[in-house]
């Protein structure tokens, strides 16, 4: 489960992968390391179509067979817990990273491992995310994720989070559930990298 990553791209490299956006920030801070319930900038669909940059925090109030603790990954895509966001495009959303972490390593000892996009690349790409509105007026956010690729297997055999090529983002954010969900598979090993 991915419960760390990073955003430390600039609103201009933002532009050049997604296109043009709403809500633009000339001052957008970088995020180093964005935990769970922690602040993030989101894009998502506004009304008449235009993607808007949002910060939202990282983590779903949970079900409450989960005592409502935050859900920050979207595992089971058949969930009833995730089925309405998933079929809502309104809900869909792309959540920019520059890498994200895993953990190595036996409890106590644990280290960070951090994976991007192989360096022949721009470090930005984006996970397939869904949101909420939140109370108090701050939204949250949570990513899907997948069975993992090499890559990302050799250190967390379980899972890693669903990696959208720009090319994606429409499919994604504007595609009947089906086509969406079928994006929810492993990144290519060839076009990512383990980060010294």
Partial sequence: MCNLYSMTASVD?????????????????????????????????????????????????????????????????ASPFWRSALNRTDRRCVVPVTRFCEWEGEKGSKRKVWFGLHEEHDPLFAFAGLWRPGEGGVPYMAFLTCDPNEVVGAVHPKAMPVMLRASDVPTWLDSETATACALAVPYADADMRRLP
């Fill in 13 to 77: 490299e933002m532009k050049k992968l997604f296109g043009p956006f709403e809500g633009e920030r000339d001052n957008l801070p970088t995020f180093d390391e964005i935990y769970p319930g922690k602040p993030a900038p989101v894009l998502r669909r506004a009304e008449g179509g235009a993607l808007r940059l949002e910060i939202m925090e990282w983590g779903f109030p949970g079900p409450a067979a989960a005592r409502g603790r935050p859900v920050t990954n979207i595992r089971n895509l």
